[in-house]
């Protein structure tokens, strides 16, 4: 069986202050686990949840990822622009039209996200995170769709999108120009297995797919530690981990 999307991953400078915002900002529910593991849970177990791992290294530019959150409504759309402004956020300007009808915000550790204008066909039905958009060439694009095994569901002009056969958030990457990579990602996957699966042989496909496996590790994507989950690079250098069966995520742990 292929590997499962079990989070998105922040490495935060401080976890418990940005996962209180995203679970303020999101309507979900925060959960920490005894060592001070801390996630938030989608409100439907089909869905991915979000992780808070502690980082000191600085943020470099802008991120290759971030949310689209979705607008039923202009007014509603205030309303989560409102409240992620009194949880912490603020307006960031990364070079957007006054034109366009998004507007783009950042959490307080600095990530950027945006809040989309109401009547996004593209974004229809998919949920409150429209979509993680990531900068990204279509040979990542097409990596992910093996790798979830999530239908394209845009592929156009170098320009790719994924969507779980069960809907919820599309995964996007916007195709060329790719800004160069600096450092490590702030926002990556961590995938997870069922119990029963075969964790080496779940390796060898994603290497065959064009991972590159660089080490084992626990903690934040780029710790070092036991072999509880393999670290890996996607075709872009995107970092991303795999859970080992058995010795899964310490929060919200709903792989079958």
């Known amino acids: 069986m292929a590997s499962q999307l079990f989070a998105i991953c922040f490495n935060a400078t401080r976890p418990s202050d940005l996962a209180r915002f995203w679970s303020g900002v999101l309507g979900w529910e925060s959960a920490e686990s005894p060592d001070g593991d801390i996630a938030i849970l989608p409100p439907d177990a089909a869905g991915f949840r979000i992780r808070f791992l502690p980082s000191q290294e ?6 290759r990822a971030h949310f689209d959150l979705t607008s ?3 007014e509603d759309q205030r309303r989560t622009v409102v409240r992620a402004l009194e949880f912490g956020g603020k307006h960031i300007d ?3 039209l006054p034109e366009e009808g998004h507007v783009v915000l950042a959490d307080p550790d600095g990530n950027e996200f945006c809040v989309i204008e109401a009547g996004n066909k593209f974004l229809a039905d ?3 995170i429209g979509a993680l958009a990531c900068d990204g060439t279509q040979e990542v694009g097409y990596f992910w769709s093996e790798t979830l095994r999530w239908p394209l569901v845009w592929d156009q002009d170098e320009e790719t999108a994924i969507q779980s056969p069960s809907g919820g958030t599309k995964i996007t990457w916007g195709g060329p120009p790719v800004a160069p990579k600096t450092g490590t990602n702030r926002l990556y996957f961590e995938l997870a297995l069922p119990a029963d ?3 080496d042989a779940e390796i060898d496909r994603l290497i065959s797919l064009g991972a590159t496996h660089t080490g084992t590790g626990t903690g934040t994507c ?5 072999s ?3 670290l890996m690079l996607d075709p872009d250098g995107n970092e991303f981990s795999v859970q080992r069966p058995g010795s899964g995520p310490a929060v919200g742990d709903r792989v079958s």
Do not use: F, Y
Not at 58 to 63: D, H, L, M, T, V
């Open 72 to 74: 039923t409504s202009p």
């Open 222 to 226: 780029t710790g070092e530690g036991d």
């Open 126 to 128: 998919t949920g409150l």
């Open 197 to 199: 699966a075969d964790w």
């Open 228 to 230: 509880g989950r393999a």
């Open 94 to 96: 990364v070079g957007q």
């Open 58 to 63: 600085p943020k470099i530019g802008q991120n």
